[in-house]
C-alpha cells in the first residue's frame, strides 16, 4: 500500500463497532439463556474467529442484514468441539473463551496463527489451574488443552500484569465456579467484560481499593439471559483518525457513534491536550458510554510548541492505551520535546513485539529513538520522510504508519498490508474517503 503525504482529513464517518465489546458480546451470548441480537458486530478477522470457534461449540449463529443472532446455548450447554479451535491472530479469542471453557464438562484445544502461538499463556493457564481447571500448554503458549469441569473452585486473585485479557478469563470462569471469585488489579484496565455481565443479568460487584487498585466479583454459579446488543464504533480505530486530524492543520473530522468507554479514551484525552477534541451527543448503549468525536487540525506551529519537556507515558496510564500506544509514539514525533514510553514491557508480547516494531519504523522515517528494555524515547520536533515500512504482520504497526505516511516528505510504503484486516479491514478505503491532498 502507497502512503502519499495528506494536506489535510475532512469529512464525516462512522466505524465498525468496538472488537473488544464485540468478542464479549458474542461470547456472552453464545452461554446466556435465549436468543440475543446484535447489530454494528466488529467487521474485524479477529471477531470472525469468536464466531466461528462460538460455531464449532455448537452455537447457532445467524446473519440477516447488518445483524447476527446468537441462540444462547446456555452457561453449561456448549458442545465439545470436533477439532481444534482456532483463534486466528485473535489473543482475546483465545484468553476469554479459555475461560469460558474451563468451566464446561469437555476437552477443548485452542490454537492460532504463527503470532498467537508465540504470545505468554500461563497468564490464564495459572488462574484457571487454581480455579480447578487442568490446563496443558505448549512451554507457556498455544495450543492450550482444556480439561474443563463443571464446577470450579471460587478464587481471590491479584493480577500480576495488568490485562483485561486475563481478569475477563477469570470473570468468565467464575460463572461456573462455586463461590464468589474476586478479580483486583493494581492498574485500572478496560471493564467491558464486567458491563456486559451485568447487562446479561450477572449480578457483579465492582468498586475501588486504596488509590489505584479495583475489583470485580462474580459469584457463581451465575446464569446469564439473553438481550440484544448495539456496538457502539471502535475507539481504538478511531485513533487513527483522530491522530491523522489533529496532525494535519486545517482538518476538520466528525466521527459519530463511537464508544468512549472512560478505560479506553486516555489517548483521546491526551491529544485534547494537543489540539481540538470534542465528544458531544453522549449517551448510554447496552451499558457502554458513546458519543460523537469531533477533531480539528492543530497548525505545526502551535503543535511543536506544546510540551516543553517530553511527554511521559508509565505504569498506570499504560493499560488505558495500551493498543494505541505505537500510535502515540509517532504522535509525540511532532511535539517539541519528544515523549518516553516506560513500563510497557507487555508491549513486546503483542501480535508483534510492538517496541521493537515501533522502533525499527521510526527510524526508517529519520526519527532519533532510543529502545529500552520496557520501553522508548522519541526525539521530538522530528521531520519524517517517507520510507518502506514492514510491519511484521501487525495490524496496529500497520495503520500507525500509514498515519505517520500522511505527514512525512515523500512517499511510503506498507508492506503486507491486508493485515489491517485484522481489526479494520475498511481502514485504508475510510482513510482515503476523508483525505485531501
Ligand atoms: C484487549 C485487551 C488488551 C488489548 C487487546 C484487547 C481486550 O490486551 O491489547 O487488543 O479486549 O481485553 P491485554 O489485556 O492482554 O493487555
Known amino acids: 500500500m502507497i502512503i502519499k503525504p495528506a494536506k489535510r482529513i475532512h469529512g464525516s464517518i462512522r466505524l465498525p463497532g468496538d472488537k473488544s465489546i464485540s468478542h464479549r458480546a458474542a461470547m456472552i451470548a453464545a452461554i446466556a439463556e435465549g436468543v440475543s441480537r446484535i447489530t454494528n458486530y466488529s467487521t474485524s478477522a479477529d471477531c470472525a474467529a469468536t464466531l466461528s470457534c462460538l460455531r464449532e461449540l455448537g452455537v447457532r449463529i445467524d446473519r440477516s442484514g447488518g445483524e447476527i443472532q446468537i441462540n444462547g446455548a446456555g452457561k453449561d450447554g456448549l458442545r465439545a468441539p470436533g477439532k481444534d479451535l482456532d483463534c486466528g491472530n485473535s489473543g482475546t479469542t483465545m484468553r476469554l473463551l479459555a475461560g469460558i471453557l474451563a468451566g464446561q464438562s469437555f476437552t477443548s484445544t485452542l490454537t492460532g496463527d504463527e503470532s498467537l502461538r508465540s504470545r505468554p499463556m500461563l497468564r490464564v493457564v495459572e488462574p484457571l489451574g487454581m480455579m480447578g ?22 478464587i481471590d486473585y491479584e493480577l500480576l500484569i495488568a490485562s483485561a485479557q486475563v481478569k475477563s478469563c477469570i470473570l468468565l470462569a467464575a460463572l461456573n465456579a462455586k463461590g464468589k471469585t474476586t478479580v483486583t488489579e493494581n492498574e485500572v484496565t478496560r471493564d467491558h467484560t464486567e458491563r456486559m455481565l451485568k447487562s446479561f443479568g450477572v449480578p457483579i460487584e465492582t468498586g475501588s481499593k486504596g488509590e489505584h487498585a479495583r475489583f470485580a466479583a462474580v459469584t457463581g454459579p451465575a446464569n446469564l439471559s439473553a438481550r440484544d446488543v448495539s456496538i457502539p464504533g471502535d475507539v481504538s480505530s478511531a485513533a487513527y483518525f483522530i491522530a491523522a486530524a489533529v496532525l494535519l ?3 476538520s473530522l466528525e466521527i459519530t457513534n463511537v464508544g468512549v468507554n472512560p478505560t479506553r479514551i486516555s489517548f483521546l484525552s491526551l491529544l485534547a491536550t494537543l489540539g481540538f477534541i470534542e465528544v458531544t451527543d453522549a449517551s448510554e448503549v447496552a451499558n457502554e458510554p458513546v458519543g460523537t468525536i469531533t477533531v480539528r487540525g492543530v497548525a505545526r506551529e502551535n503543535f511543536l510548541n506544546e510540551f516543553e519537556s517530553p511527554l511521559n507515558i508509565g505504569r498506570l496510564e499504560i493499560p488505558q492505551l495500551v493498543d494505541e500506544l505505537p500510535l502515540l509514539a509517532v504522535v509525540g514525533s511532532q511535539t517539541r520535546s519528544g515523549i518516553e514510553i516506560r513500563d510497557a514491557k507487555e508491549l513486546r508480547a503483542k501480535e508483534s513485539d510492538r517496541i521493537a516494531t515501533t522502533v525499527e519504523n521510526l527510524r526508517a522515517m529519520g526519527a532519533e529513538v532510543e529502545e529500552f528494555d520496557d520501553g522508548l524515547r522519541v526525539d521530538g520536533s522530528t521531520r519524517l520522510r517517507g520510507a518502506r515500512i514492514d510491519p511484521r504482520g501487525d495490524h496496529r504497526i500497520a495503520m500507525a504508519f500509514s498515519v505517520a505516511g500522511l505527514i512525512a516528505e515523500g512517499e511510503s510504503e506498507i508492506g503486507e498490508a491486508e493485515c489491517v484486516g485484522v481489526s479494520f479491514p475498511e481502514f485504508f478505503d475510510l482513510l482515503e474517503s476523508v483525505i485531501e491532498r
Open 133 to 154: 481447571a487442568q490446563v496443558s500448554s505448549s512451554d507457556g503458549r498455544a495450543p492450550l488443552t482444556i480439561h474443563g469441569r463443571d464446577s470450579l473452585k471460587a
Open 249 to 251: 492543520p486545517e482538518s
